[in-house]
């Protein structure tokens, strides 16, 4: 046998062995995301049952079909893989002990009713969950730091600020929050996780490495968790990062108009792939930051991304996973994300200001005011723009209960602009249609 045959062939195994090594990694990440949680059970057991009673309008008695009445109240969905009663985002404490939330609260999400890993949920109300189960474990309902303000977002770059002023520099837990100027009004839309594979850095303003596993770990900065926990699941968390890497979005279900989207396609080429990159054959994204004095979109995210917060991040574990470091950067715009699966992904822009696609190509025609069903079946579903169907509102109205004013977004309150992204505005109909068939084929 030749030298080059022995070496092709070692060559070969060494490529097996490491694609067998991806897909064990794939493996046990999908495993961990859909069988553990990664902090202490924050309620008892029974104040899964107990909800209703903190629900409005205020029921006599616990609905018969009580899981589902639970998941569609908070806007949660079925887990598409097994978890005893509890819907995607929820399950058992670590060791069986009262019930947690997990990553999927957030980052589970349905389309034409049906749920998937990975994509933003667009219905929750994470404050209404967390206030209530709160109040059904007996306890007062208020949460340290607002997490919803309009239900389908949160306020995760806050949440995550607020973690961090419970912490000093090496991670252990101070015994009062440190003074950090916190805001609670930057109103994020939770973007898809199949896009990360593409990128060289995430989150909205393209702050931290795409490349990190540990940035992925923030929430685990729960006062209850130790560093020394925290620290210990890095290597679970790398292969959930690898399972991350290995989403791909869903299909656009419904008929297309190939000859349209053809057009629509050297349309895009022209007008978006500049900053959301090239789809099909030779495909290519180029991880671009869009100045906000260019993208003009809400500005409130980006300056809620602190200088402060970046330096003291820098100088913690986070920052240090590789030799050179991971380390966070405030950014001077909006990362254009990747549009593959776009139509799955209503609604639109960094803070889900824009219900449509049709609405992102012109912007005359974003509601300044609106609500929806949050359900996420096809009759909420609006083929034809390509987003949820909205019903538009021209007030506020008064006397509204919390919960109730979370289900309208009103583009006039701090965070929730729907201005920018004017690109679309000197289209035709004709190209703006044409372009939206093209979406609908990424």
Known sequence: MSRWIILCGALLLQATIA??????AIARGKKALESRAFIPAPWPAHAYESAWKHWLPKLEKAPADYDTSFAAYYGLHPAPFRNGRYPMGMRQGPGGAGVSHDC?????????????LGLGNSSLDLQALFEDLNQASGRSGKVPHTLTNVR??????????????????DLSVRK??????????????VPAWWHLKKKKTMYHSGSHHAGSVRTNM????????PFAVIEKEEAVFRDIQSYLFSLEAPKYPFPIDTKMATQGRDLFSNHCAECHGTYGANAKYPSKIVPLKRIGTDPTRLRGFSKQYVDFYNQTWF???????????N??????PPLDGVWATAPYLHNGSVPTLYDMLNSKTRPKMFTRSFATDEAA??????????SVMQDMPKNLAPVERRKIYDTTQPGRGNGGHTFGDDLDENQRWAIIEYLKTL
């Not at 694609?19 to 064990?24: F, G, I, L, S, T």
């Not at 916190?182 to 109103?187: A, G, N, S």
């Not at 923030?218 to 968790?225: H, I, K, S």
């Open 19 to 24: 694609w067998a090594d991806d897909v064990d």
């Open 104 to 116: 999927m609260t957030c980052h589970g999400g349905s389309i034409l009713g049906k749920s998937y």
């Open 152 to 169: 389908g977002t949160n306020e995760a770059f806050g949440m995550t600020i607020f973690l961090f002023s419970l912490r000093n520099r």
């Open 176 to 189: 009062q929050p440190d003074a950090w100027d916190l805001r609670d009004d930057l109103c994020e839309d």
């Open 218 to 225: 923030q929430f685990m900065l729960d006062p209850r968790n």
């Open 319 to 329: 920052a240090k996973e590789k030799a050179a470091g991971f380390k966070a950067a």
């Open 331 to 336: 950014t001077v715009g909006y990362q254009a």
């Open 381 to 390: 579903y609006d083929k034809v723009k390509v987003g949820w169907k909205v």
